[in-house]
């Protein structure tokens, strides 16, 4: 059974940092994209940040490009998103996803994932 555990959501004043996990499970995460979402209420689900897990290439949204970085750790198998730099606008549920294949450059689009967590709460305040 393949799972995707989120953890290390917070909250933090503007300015701060925090660094987000995904530890996957049942599934290897070689040969695959990995991609952090976030979605506020109401809202459309945002694709943030992605990395093809065998070449290190990362591909990032322009609202948080700069300030977030994506890695992956094959040998633990986990995902993370380090956020620098919080902003308010910051504030969402964060998803990570995943899904198997060749890929040039990672999507940021949602339909593209298979496998997704069940999200960690970020909050920043002013």
């Known amino acids: 059974q393949v799972q995707l555990v989120e953890s290390g959501g917070d909250s933090v004043q503007t300015g701060g940092s925090l660094t987000l996990s995904c530890a996957v499970s049942?599934?290897?995460?070689?040969?695959?994209?990995m991609a952090w979402f976030r979605q506020g209420s109401g809202e459309a689900r945002e694709g943030i940040a992605s990395i093809y897990t065998d070449s290190s290439v990362t591909y990032y949204a322009a609202s948080v490009e700069g300030r977030f970085t994506i890695s992956h750790d094959l040998h633990k198998n986990t995902a993370y998103l380090q956020m620098d730099n919080l902003k308010p606008e910051d504030t969402d549920i964060y998803y990570c996803?995943?899904?198997?294949?060749?890929?040039?450059?990672?999507?940021?689009?949602?339909?593209?994932?298979?496998?997704w967590g069940q999200g960690t709460q970020v909050t920043v305040s002013s």
């Open positions: 049942g599934y290897t995460t070689s040969g695959n994209c």
């Open positions: 996803a995943a899904i198997k294949g060749f890929w040039r450059r990672c999507p940021l689009g949602p339909l593209s994932y298979l496998h």
